[in-house]
């Protein structure tokens, strides 16, 4: 019996370590995994989400029409993971503040963060104008449409970004994310190697980059990528989740498989 290549079944599954960005300090959504390539430095300058969401969320509840409050209490509740509450939070919010183009953005994250992507777009497209749009937006309402499968149009998102904040990698990695999904790997590699050449690329521009690469059958120079500019006990653990997933095996062949979805995971903004 014939059994499919490793890239053929990692196809299957690559959105299980993929990741979009929604903008500088913006959301990131990638599927609920126990792990992921990233910079444990990085993390750790953090402050801790939990203790984000408790403060804040002591300030909102002291004044709950307070917009900034509860802009800061939406943010860090997705930030600590608390999706659903982000996302009930913020529904609130604008409604008391219909106008409040901010609280609109942040909605129209959380609803990303949970899934609810036509909603999102719905919501994001009341957060900026055609005539003053905002990068970061449209990145986000890009990676919603990369995500309902729309990935014709997601890019267009994209370009129209691109225009606005050249070079910004971020909305790279989401392109070349979104020529992921849709299995152009080269127009994908392209992009992430154009994200990863900035000084400001982060972990996750890595990581998909990694993947990418990965991808077309080039583990070794995978691995080189994962490990460049890390200490050596974390680049042997990255190495070591990135053979993990480049030899997972295809072995739920469902009907929606080759759509390769992805759920969500908040960061702050």
């Not at 409050?69 to 008391?96: C, K």
């Not at 919603?144 to 225009?163: F, M």
């Not at 849709?182 to 127009?187: A, R």
Request: a neutral charge; charged letters at 20%; proline letters at 5%.
């Amino acid at each position: 019996m014939h059994q499919p290549s490793n890239r053929a079944r990692f196809l299957a599954t690559v959105a299980v370590t993929a990741v979009f960005a929604c903008g500088l300090g913006g959301c990131q959504t990638m599927s609920d995994i126990t792990g992921s390539i990233s910079s444990k430095t990085t993390a750790s300058a953090e402050p801790d989400p939990h203790q984000m969401a408790e403060a804040t969320g002591e300030r909102y509840r002291a004044d709950p029409k307070n917009a900034e409050a509860a802009l800061a209490y939406g943010q860090a509740l997705r930030a600590s993971g608390q999706r659903s509450q982000a996302a009930a939070m913020l529904e609130q919010a604008t409604i008391a503040h219909p106008g409040d183009k901010a609280l609109l953005a942040a909605y129209g994250r959380a609803l990303v963060d949970n899934g609810n992507f036509q909603q999102a777009l719905d919501v994001l497209s009341r957060a900026h104008s055609p005539e003053n749009p905002d990068w970061r937006i449209l990145s986000v309402q890009g990676t919603a449409l990369d995500q309902l499968g729309r990935h014709d149009e997601a890019r267009r998102y994209y370009a129209s970004a691109l225009k606005i904040a050249p070079d910004e990698p971020t909305v790279l990695s989401n392109l070349g994310l979104s020529y992921m999904l849709s299995k152009n790997l080269p127009k994908a590699e392209e992009a992430l190697r154009q994200a990863y050449a900035s000084g400001k690329a982060d972990a996750r521009v890595r990581q998909n980059l990694a993947l990418v690469i990965g991808l077309q059958g080039r583990f070794a120079e995978a691995e080189q990528i994962v490990r460049a500019d890390l200490p050596p006990d974390e680049a042997a653990a990255n190495v070591a989740y990135l053979k993990q997933m480049l030899s997972r095996k295809d072995d739920q062949r469902t009907a929606g498989a080759g759509k390769m979805p992805i759920a969500s995971l908040s960061r702050p903004e």
